[in-house]
């Protein structure tokens, strides 16, 4: 499961990277400063781009809450864990059904962590895109569901689907990956004239054809009080075995 994002880039350098895909830009509203760890716990911001405003860029709160719990989502929060939705069942879950169907997204990120489990241990690895133009990762989009907490507040959620071969080497027991869509499928994720089917179809066959690269990094990742903001967050820790 991706519970643990990053997104270093600059603001300028994520609307340039865009601009040959999407070509969406930011809300003149958003607030964004570039990040080494988001824990989705914590119920931050990840950036997102709408099916209904496809060429703008939205902050929305990471868990999605949906419309009959928008009256209370901190309750709602303490009893659902909505920061994945496993994209096998989207149109069967009470919580995502009708995002599936009408508020469909892409979510911005340039990482994400996963543990990887040797003797007994869960060992936090980043996971990158890397490119002959950017070796330590290019900007890439989740498939992503959204919903509104209220008129001025949107939530969100990131699509999981069973893991393929290199991420069933990092991700060795839970063996699932959350859902980079290749750029092929962007205009189709946000065209709201796509059937159950066909939505299914692109969670299916839809992961990015772009090659991933992972590495550990220390366990203290999962100690609180880390500056998450801090790039040695990502930095590799001596080990024998790299992805």
Sequence with gaps: MCY???LRKQREQVEK?????????FHPSVSYTPYYHLNGFTHG????????????????SWGLIPDWAAHNPDDFRKKSNTLNARGESIFEKPSYKESAENKR???????FFEPHHENGKAIPYFC???SNSNPEGDLFLFAGLYNEIDKNTLSTTILTTEANDFFMEVHNKGKRMPLVLD???????????M????INEIIAVGMSSQPFKAHPISRDFYKKGIDTNQSYIIEKVQKDTLF
Excluded: F
């Excluded at 750029?183 to 004239?193: C, M, N, S, V």
């Design 45 to 60: 911001k990840l950036l997102i781009i709408k099916m209904d405003e496809p060429e703008t860029i939205y902050n929305a």
């Design 183 to 193: 750029e092929h499928y962007y205009e189709d994720w946000l065209d709201d004239g």
């Design 105 to 111: 997204c892409l979510i911005l990120a340039d990482g």
């Design 17 to 25: 990277k865009l601009r040959d895909s999407v070509n969406a830009k």
């Design 128 to 130: 990158y895109q890397p």
């Design 195 to 198: 059937n159950e089917q066909e």
């Design 4 to 6: 643990s994002t990053a």
